[in-house]
């Protein structure tokens, strides 16, 4: 069964827009990791959060943690048309053997 | 730094049909895991290595898919006899090792693109 649950599925903005999306996972979490996957390439990480933190930034990334909801969200700010992929949360947690278990993805379509 | 390599890019076999991927990991990455991504799907773990080592194949069908990392560098995974469900993208990963090393990010190759038929 899969740990992380992205929502919404697709997105869809304009350039220069926000675009946020949301992970929700089931148990306890060592850490909790975004990716990036272009049509045609392999994954790309983006930012990791610890479990003992609520908040991180990464250049237009902003990655907040919510442990008391399991929950957890991405968003990019002043999107740019690079920014379409699909995104995936991966939560690490001890109960999966400390293994990444990804999420379905949030296909994200920025238009010029 | 070179990234994760992998080998074949694309692969087309007919069902019943034996595949091997070659995955060569970042230089010094101790772990090295293998993905099978369906379409639509985010990838699932198939097997983890550290070193030369397995330390989880729980979600391997080891009736047919086997993996081997002998010199704790490069790595294989093979499939035989394949089956239409397993066409889907094979992804290998690294990271650094050591004790926490499961819990560093990873670094993903290309992918191999398989169609079985």
């Known amino acids: 069964s899969q740990q992380g649950e992205e929502d919404p599925q697709a997105l869809s903005i304009q350039e220069g827009e926000n675009a946020t999306m949301n992970c929700s996972y089931k148990?306890?979490?060592?850490?909790l990791q975004w990716y990036r996957q272009n049509s045609g390439r392999g994954l790309v990480h983006l930012i990791l959060?610890?479990?003992?933190?609520r908040e991180k930034h990464s250049g237009r990334l902003r990655v907040t943690l919510d442990t008391s909801k399991k929950s957890s969200s991405l968003l990019i700010t002043a999107s740019q048309a690079a920014d379409t992929a699909s995104y995936f949360c991966?939560?690490?947690?001890?109960?999966?053997?400390?293994?990444?278990?990804f999420g379905g993805g949030t296909r994200v379509l920025v238009k010029p | 730094e070179a990234g994760v390599a992998q080998s074949p890019r694309y692969k087309i076999i007919e069902k019943r049909q034996s595949v091997a991927f070659w995955c060569n990991p970042i230089?010094?990455?101790?772990?090295l895991y293998w993905y099978q991504q369906i379409l639509g799907q985010g990838p699932k773990l198939l097997i983890q290595?550290?070193?030369?080592?397995?330390?989880?194949d729980s979600q391997l069908p080891k009736d047919r898919f086997s993996a081997e990392r002998l010199k704790g560098v490069d790595s294989t995974l093979k499939i035989q006899p394949a089956k239409l469900e397993d066409s889907a993208v094979y992804l290998c990963?690294?990271?650094?090792?050591?004790?926490?090393?499961?819990?560093?990010?990873?670094?993903f190759g290309p992918g191999t693109r398989l169609t079985v038929t």
């Open positions: 959060i610890r479990s003992n933190e």
């Open positions: 290595f550290q070193n030369n080592g397995v330390v989880d």
């Open positions: 230089s010094g990455h101790a772990t």
């Open positions: 990963a690294s990271s650094f090792g050591g004790l926490a090393g499961f819990m560093r990010e990873q670094y």
């Open positions: 148990t306890s979490i060592n850490n």
């Open positions: 991966a939560a690490l947690t001890s109960a999966a053997g400390n293994k990444l278990t």
